[in-house]
Every structure is written in structure tokens, then in C-alpha cells.
């Protein structure tokens, strides 16, 4: 379908992929080289090092698969385990479910615990069914740190606790594809032996790299875990890698991307792009408060700082708020995915995002949220949010603008 014409710009509000800084792009525009040069190290070998910064690793290592956040779940799994293992896994959203189910077709057992799609990882549930595994046959945990689709951030340090207070020597897994660069991350410290990203969430790129933290554990049981891999296999990765070089030709442009990216966080301080992330969502929140509406986040402890999935009233469809936002108004929002749709539209404010942009989402989404027969107060969301970032709490009164 083609839109109507539209001049100015086009806004991307979705949660990945997200928007790509002119620095990033304009550093990725350069001739084709010899990825087999002597010299060609000197790009890559200090990109492993800044992703660990990142992650938070020191004892990991860090591997770029060309792919997605999808390759990664792949690699990580195919690399570290066994067909017909039992694994550890929940559903709270689109992405925790589409895990299970590349699990399931790649041959493990996982065990699944659903909760509702609002919620976290049950990590209490997670220990007691750990608990209970008393021959170690449960191989592996997977927690989705950031579900996408329901803008709920997951607790790993809990995951971590529950499995180290029962002695257990599973493997623990994290999607954090779309925390990772936004969100605090520690790999080390809450001893996560496979993370999992992709380039284009938090890092500010196009799509193109899946990339994969992985700890020492796991690269012993890279060692002898038997599923079928060719493509991403580590060792074939990491013999290459020590000295810069890759299997296969390696996505050289997304590198010098990379490259800038790790600069542009590495500039700002990675502390202070976390608290970016933070101050902006709060606004976001503070906006979707205004309006009278919901996020579908259940508890405040679960708000996610990357993406905020709000629940339209009754009666009103969220895929006409995003079709008018698309075709009208020329910016786009995220849809509510799976059982969501319809009900659900999200906004993703990770990566290169300010407040002018936090302000704009918010004027736009309650412009397209009021053409689609919402009672929202119109300018409610952005006065909330503005008043947040002028003053650190909304102004008394303001909340209060009556619906029309
Ligand atoms: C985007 C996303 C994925 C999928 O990553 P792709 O890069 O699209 O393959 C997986 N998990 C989460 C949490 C995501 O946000």
C-alpha cells in the first residue's frame, strides 16, 4: 500500500527497528574492502571489546553473527545444547512465546510456565520447578529481558538468585535484544551465560548483526553440545575472531556502523544513556497517565524504559489509531502483537531518541487516538510529559484538562 504523499519528516516510533543517527549512517557509507587484509583488526577487535563494555562482560566474549536478533536466539541455542534437552521457559508476550516455539522446532523439551501477557518471569515459579529438579535435567533458563510486545521489563537478577539458592547448573539464556544499549545489562554479575541482540534496537543500526554474549560456561559447553550448526558455529567463529577476521564475509559497512554506534554510547557515558532511557519513558508513561489510559504492564516494578505498550478504551480499535498515524500523519507506532492486536498500540523510545522526539510521539499519538473516536484529552499527554522533563513531576492542575 502507498501512502499519501507527505513532505517533512517521517517519524519512526517503533520499537526496532529504531532510529539510525546521522553519524551512524553516514559512517557506514564507505567502499567495499579486503576483509582478509592485515590490517583489517584494527575495525573489528575493538568492536568485541566495546560490545563487552556493553554487556557488562569481561570474562565473556562477544560474537557478530550476520542475521538478526533471531540468528543470535539461534546460535546461542544450537551452540550450547543437546537435542532433547529439558529446558526452562516462559511466555509473557510475542517474543518469550516465539522462543519457545524455535526451542520446540529445534528439538528441546522446553517446560513451559505461561503467565499473562502484562506480567514478568515468573521467577518463583522458575524456582520452584528448579527446586524440584534435584538430577540437574532441566539444561537450561530462558528469560526474555525486555518483552517487546507488552513493554515489560523482567527481573534477572531474581532468575539468577532463584537458580544459584537451589545449586543449580543450568545454562541461563536472555533475549535482551531490546534492552541491551538502553537498559542496564550486566552479564557478569547476574552470571547470564548466553545474551542475545541484534543491531538494530538499542544500537542504533540498520538490522543486520545478531550478537551474541557468551560466558565461559557456556563456551565450555559449546565444546560438546551436539545439536546441528554450520553457519554459527562458535568455534569456527572464534578461531577467526582472535585476530579480527571472520568464517565468511562479514557485513563490513554494518561494522564501521557498529563502530560509531559504540562511539556515539561511549561519548553520552553508557550510565547516562540508561538514564535517558528512564527519564524519557517516565514522560511517555506520565503522557499515557494524562490521556486516561493504561499501559499493559501490570506493576510499575515491570515498565519497561525501551518501549510502552498502551491499551486503547473500548470501543476504539488500535489498528485505526496506527493506520491513521501511518497514512495521516506520516509516523508510525508499534502494533499490538498477537492476542494484542487491535487493542494495543506501542511506542518505542530506544535508541536515538530525545524529548523532542518523546514530545512528538505523544502529540501524534493522541492526535491519531482522537480521529480514531478516543475521549482523549488532546494536549493532556504532552503537557504531562513536558512538565516531567521541565520540572521533574507534573505540575499540579495539569492532569486535570478536561475531556471534551
Ligand atoms: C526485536 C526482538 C526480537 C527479534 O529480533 P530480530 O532482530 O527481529 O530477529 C527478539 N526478541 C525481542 C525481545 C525483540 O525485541
Request: with cysteine.
Amino acid at each position: 500500500m502507498f501512502k499519501a504523499q507527505h513532505s517533512g519528516q517521517t517519524h519512526l516510533f517503533i520499537p526496532g527497528p529504531t532510529n539510525v543517527p546521522e553519524a551512524v549512517r553516514q559512517a557506514m557509507n564507505v567502499a567495499q574492502q579486503d576483509m582478509r587484509a592485515a590490517d583489517f583488526g584494527q575495525l573489528t577487535l575493538p568492536l568485541f571489546e566495546g560490545l563487552k563494555k556493553v554487556f557488562k562482560t569481561m570474562g565473556g566474549e562477544v560474537m557478530l553473527f550476520p542475521g538478526s536478533g533471531t540468528s543470535a536466539w539461534e546460535a546461542a541455542i544450537t551452540n550450547t545444547l543437546n537435542p532433547g534437552d529439558k529446558v526452562l521457559m516462559a511466555r509473557y508476550g510475542q517474543f518469550s512465546t516465539l522462543w519457545v516455539k524455535m526451542a520446540e522446532m529445534l528439538g528441546l523439551e522446553p517446560i513451559v510456565v505461561d503467565v499473562p501477557w502484562g506480567a514478568g518471569v515468573p521467577w518463583k515459579e522458575f524456582g520452584r520447578i528448579l527446586g524440584r529438579d534435584k538430577d540437574d535435567e532441566i539444561k537450561a533458563v530462558f528469560v526474555t529481558h525486555n518483552e517487546t510486545a507488552t513493554g515489560v521489563v523482567s527481573d534477572i537478577e531474581a532468575v539468577r538468585r532463584v537458580m544459584d539458592e537451589c545449586f543449580h547448573e543450568a545454562l541461563l539464556f536472555v533475549d535482551g535484544v531490546s534492552s541491551i544499549g538502553s537498559m542496564d545489562f550486566r552479564m557478569d554479575q547476574w552470571g547470564v551465560d548466553l545474551a542475545v541482540t541484534g543491531s538494530q534496537k538499542g544500537l542504533m543500526m540498520p538490522a543486520g548483526l545478531g550478537i551474541l554474549g557468551v560466558s565461559q560456561k557456556a563456551l565450555e559447553a559449546s565444546k560438546t553440545a551436539t545439536m546441528r550448526r554450520a553457519y554459527y558455529d562458535f568455534a569456527d567463529m572464534r578461531a577467526f575472531n582472535k585476530d579480527g577476521y571472520f568464517p565468511y564475509t562479514p557485513p563490513t559497512p554494518l561494522l564501521h556502523g557498529l563502530r560509531a554506534a559504540l562511539g556515539l554510547i561511549e561519548a553520552e557515558g553508557l550510565e547516562a544513556v540508561f538514564a535517558r532511557h528512564a527519564r524519557l519513558a517516565e514522560g511517555v508513561r506520565r503522557g499515557v497517565k494524562a490521556w486516561g489510559l493504561d499501559t499493559v504492564a501490570e506493576h510499575h516494578s515491570l515498565y519497561s524504559n525501551t518501549v510502552t505498550a498502551v491499551r486503547v478504551p473500548e470501543g476504539v480499535d488500535a489498528r485505526e489509531v496506527l493506520r491513521i498515524a501511518y497514512e495521516e500523519l506520516n509516523a508510525s507506532f508499534g502494533s499490538g502483537l498477537s492476542r494484542l492486536a487491535g487493542k494495543v498500540f506501542r511506542i518505542g523510545h530506544l535508541g536515538s531518541f530525545n524529548e523532542g522526539m518523546t514530545l512528538t510521539a505523544l502529540s501524534l499519538a493522541e492526535l491519531a487516538l482522537v480521529k480514531a473516536g478516543a475521549r482523549v484529552p488532546l494536549g493532556a499527554g504532552v503537557a504531562a510529559a513536558s512538565n516531567w522533563f521541565a520540572h521533574g513531576a507534573a505540575a499540579p492542575g495539569v492532569m486535570a484538562v478536561a475531556a471534551e
